[in-house]
């Protein structure tokens, strides 16, 4: 595979050799199966690259949503990277193109394509996806494993909105949901108050929050922005010396450089912080429960999740504290995952 940005050119030898499966590649030992809905931008590769480079997890599925950038973007970006990592056993369904609602809105931020202006060669890359669509492979694969499965969530909430609606159920047949979005001070990133997984589908969110039960850990923006990592460790890990590294130090640099720009005090990857929480749980430092549900109406509000710290939404004491928010993420341990990813075998 080549891949281009800006003359950077990233030749990999893994697709013309064997793809290695997961019992090859890593420890037969799977404690934790995943499900992971991303709309694949960077920080859902560097999160997935986490997932497959760790020994005890087992990804049963991939699945896509609209969100960073368009379905198609993410579909091929997520096979791509699938490649890459020598892991193309791991399944890749394609799901919802827009918000329940039917709008669309993508970011700009992780550059053209999704993958920090890394470009594909014309590949078909159509062949690699499942034809089941993703909402079904979902349901079908939590009936599989009753109880068993960890969502992570890494994207707008349209696919996991819709299996619920098609099966009221899916939440109770679930062991977890870990999920990167929503905000905790009001602080937004892509409005005012709005952070981007929710605002994009402020509906799929709602119906998430509200339906899904207590099984939710969230990471939102705000402590994604309070749990960065040393700019000197994020520089050396950029240049891992590997056919991972390579491709992660492509995919990254635009970031990197708009992070650097802005005088950020050190480097942040959302996604991989929510993914650190469900593959080593001691990455947790501090958390706390809360009643959260989102803002559909407002003006200037709408997405915003909402924190019922002092019992005033209707119902009060009667609500469940059904969102477990973490507030205290132990860099390190993120660190040490993302140090794996790029030197997995």
Same mark, same amino acid.
């Given at each position: 595979m080549k891949f281009s940005s800006s003359g950077f050119q990233f030749h990999s030898e893994?697709? +013309?050799?064997?793809?290695?499966?997961?019992?090859?590649?890593?420890?037969?030992?799977?404690?934790?199966?995943?499900?992971? &809905?991303? +709309?694949? #931008?960077? &920080?859902? *590769? $560097?999160?997935?690259?986490?997932?497959?480079a760790h020994p005890n997890a087992?990804?049963? %599925? =991939?699945?896509?949503?609209? #969100?960073?950038?368009?379905?198609?973007?993410?579909?091929?970006?997520? =096979?791509?990277?699938?490649? !890459?990592?020598?892991?193309?056993?791991?399944p890749v369904y394609r799901g919802a193109e827009s918000s329940l609602l039917g709008t669309?809105?993508?970011?700009?931020? $992780?550059?053209?394509?999704?993958? #920090?202006? !890394?470009?594909?060669? *014309?590949? +078909?890359?159509s062949e690699y996806l499942k034809k089941q669509h993703a909402v079904h492979a979902l349901i079908e694969l939590v009936n599989k494993y009753p109880g068993e499965i960890t969502l992570v969530t890494l994207a707008p909430l349209t696919n996991i909105a819709l299996a619920l609606k098609l099966d009221p159920q899916f939440g109770k047949k679930l062991k977890q949901v870990v999920m990167m979005g929503g905000n905790i001070h009001g602080v937004?990133?892509?409005?005012?108050?709005?952070?981007?997984?929710?605002?994009?589908?402020?509906?799929? %969110?709602? !119906?998430?929050?509200?339906?899904? #039960?207590?099984?939710?850990?969230?990471?939102?923006?705000?402590?994604?922005?309070?749990? =960065?990592?040393?700019? %000197?460790w994020a520089d050396q890990w950029m240049n891992t010396n590997t056919d991972v590294g390579r491709f992660n130090k492509a995919i990254s640099t635009k970031g990197f450089r708009h992070l650097k720009n802005i005088n950020s005090a050190g480097f942040r990857s959302c996604d991989s912080m929510a993914?650190?929480?469900?593959?080593?749980?001691?990455?947790?430092?501090?958390?706390?429960?809360?009643?959260?549900? !989102?803002?559909l109406k407002g003006d200037h509000t709408r997405g915003q999740m909402i924190v019922d710290r002092h019992k005033l939404i209707a119902g009060g004491e009667n609500n469940e504290k059904n969102v477990e928010i973490v507030t205290k993420i132990d860099t390190e341990i993120v660190q040490k995952l993302l140090t794996a990813a790029v030197n997995m075998k």
């Open positions: 893994k697709s +013309d050799s064997k793809i290695k499966t997961h019992s090859e590649s890593s420890s037969e030992m799977t404690t934790m199966k995943l499900i992971i &809905d991303v +709309d694949t #931008g960077v &920080d859902d *590769a $560097h999160a997935l690259m986490m997932a497959l087992q990804v049963l %599925a =991939i699945t896509c949503v609209n #969100g960073n950038t368009t379905l198609d973007n993410v579909c091929t970006n997520t =096979i791509k990277l699938l490649q !890459v990592c020598g892991r193309n056993d791991v669309q809105c993508l970011s700009t931020y $992780h550059g053209q394509g999704g993958l #920090g202006d !890394v470009l594909l060669q *014309a590949d +078909d890359w937004g990133n892509i409005t005012v108050s709005g952070e981007f997984n929710f605002f994009v589908d402020p509906e799929a %969110a709602f !119906v998430v929050l509200n339906e899904i #039960g207590s099984l939710i850990k969230l990471v939102s923006w705000e402590t994604c922005n309070e749990n =960065i990592t040393d700019w %000197a993914m650190a929480t469900v593959l080593e749980p001691t990455s947790v430092r501090s958390s706390e429960r809360h009643f959260c549900t !989102v803002e």
